[in-house]
């Protein structure tokens, strides 16, 4: 089968109006078509711009196409699917999470994290999300690399956060696995598709203090080096 190569890199739009920064939403409706990097700015402002008018569920590649004033050919020949094309107009006109602040407390730093995820699943990225989502219960061979984009929320930030914590003694020994590593996470995104966005404070808390902390926390010191030694 053909390639479908993606898009360029290009600057984030988040000085621009639109869906990409303040201001009404972008319409390149009206004017002349555009062609290379501002081609690809308009259909990503287009994309979000009726994600956010019709859902992801009335997303149609006919309308983001108009509204950039290109073709639906040109749509397809760079985005298979138009999974790939929300997650590629999420990814650049949505702000990544940024990293928490250090607050010596491995508490105070997973609920800090949680609350980053679960504002922006509160907005266009949450709609797209639950839409690559529902794609793949139709085609999930088809919509496999979209959802892996989707759905790796705060893998790296866990990463630093449990690392400050190692350093501090707050993290159990042996290190946690995987999947203890990722229950914050995915449980706060299945909150998400299951009850809606607006997560309260008092689901993150319980989330943390239920099932993060008993999991991330120390039960054991980690070995003492020349420990072994000295007790022969």
């Given at each position: 089968m053909p390639s479908h190569p993606g898009p360029p890199p290009i600057e984030p739009l988040a000085a621009a109006g639109g869906p990409c920064g303040p201001g009404p939403p972008a319409d390149h409706r009206r004017g002349p078509r555009r062609r290379g990097q501002l081609l690809f700015e308009a259909i990503f402002e287009a994309t979000v711009a009726e994600l956010a008018?019709?859902?992801?569920?009335?997303l149609a590649m006919e309308r983001i196409a108009a509204r950039a004033r290109t073709s639906k050919a040109s749509l397809y020949r760079r985005w298979?699917?138009?999974?790939?094309l929300v997650v590629d107009a999420i990814r650049h006109c949505s702000p990544e999470l940024s990293h928490p602040p250090d607050t010596g407390n491995l508490r105070e730093d997973l609920l800090s994290l949680l609350r980053g995820m679960a504002d922006?699943?509160?907005?266009?990225?949450?709609?797209?999300?639950?839409?690559?989502?529902?794609?793949?219960l139709a085609d999930p061979d088809r919509t496999a690399a979209a959802r892996s984009r989707m759905t790796g929320l705060g893998g790296e930030i866990m990463a630093t956060i449990l690392a400050r914590a190692e350093a501090r003694g707050e993290v159990c020994w042996p290190p946690p696995g995987p999947?203890?590593?990722?229950?914050?996470?995915?449980?706060?995104?299945?909150?998400?598709?299951?009850?809606?966005?607006?997560?309260?404070?008092?689901?993150?808390?319980?989330?943390?203090?239920?099932?993060?902390?008993?999991?991330?926390?120390?039960?054991?010191?980690p070995p003492t080096p020349g420990a072994a030694s000295t007790a022969s």
């Open positions: 008018e019709t859902g992801y569920a009335g298979p699917s138009r999974a790939d922006r699943l509160d907005g266009p990225f949450g709609e797209a999300l639950r839409g690559v989502l529902a794609d793949t999947c203890a590593v990722r229950a914050a996470p995915v449980l706060l995104l299945h909150h998400y598709l299951t009850h809606g966005p607006l997560v309260s404070e008092r689901v993150l808390a319980e989330i943390v203090d239920e099932v993060a902390l008993p999991l991330l926390c120390a039960q054991s010191l």
